[in-house]
């Protein structure tokens, strides 16, 4: 069973850096595509960034030009560089997966995309 694991997570003054991991481990089968979403208090869960195996990327508009979504296949393990962060980044970060090939990709992606989830990193922004 895919297990996917997140860390990286922290509290960080407005302007500042965070680089997100999400460990993939315990699946031999294909991975079409990985993502990250957020999801803040009473807010639904949106998409941030994907990157799927036909090693194309996805980026929500609302973050373009401050994060970066890279794979290391080698290490099994997404990354998401946040850069300039803003206190309305503050959320749950959660990393997925799509083991079943979704037929739609969306910008950005949607959760219906993916069916394997992480515990999620926290991410707090302050002003």
């Known amino acids: 069973e895919l297990q996917l694991v997140e860390s990286g997570g922290g509290s960080v003054d407005a302007g500042g850096s965070l680089r997100l991991s999400c460990a993939a481990s315990?699946?031999?089968?294909?991975?079409?595509?990985m993502g990250w979403f957020r999801q803040a208090p009473g807010k639904e869960r949106q998409g941030v960034a994907a990157?799927?195996?036909?090693?194309?990327?996805r980026v929500a508009t609302s973050v373009r030009g401050r994060i970066t979504i890279s794979m290391d296949n080698a290490k099994n393990t997404l990354y998401l560089e946040m850069r300039n962060l803003k206190p309305e980044d503050t959320a749950m970060y959660y990393c997925?997966?799509?083991?079943?090939?979704?037929?739609?990709?969306?910008?950005?992606?949607?959760?219906?995309?993916?069916?394997?989830w992480g515990q999620g990193t926290q991410v707090t922004v302050s002003s």
């Open positions: 990157a799927d195996s036909d090693d194309s990327t």
């Open positions: 315990g699946y031999t089968g294909s991975i079409y595509s």
């Open positions: 997925a997966a799509d083991t079943r090939g979704a037929q739609r990709r969306r910008i950005p992606p949607h959760p219906s995309e993916y069916n394997a």
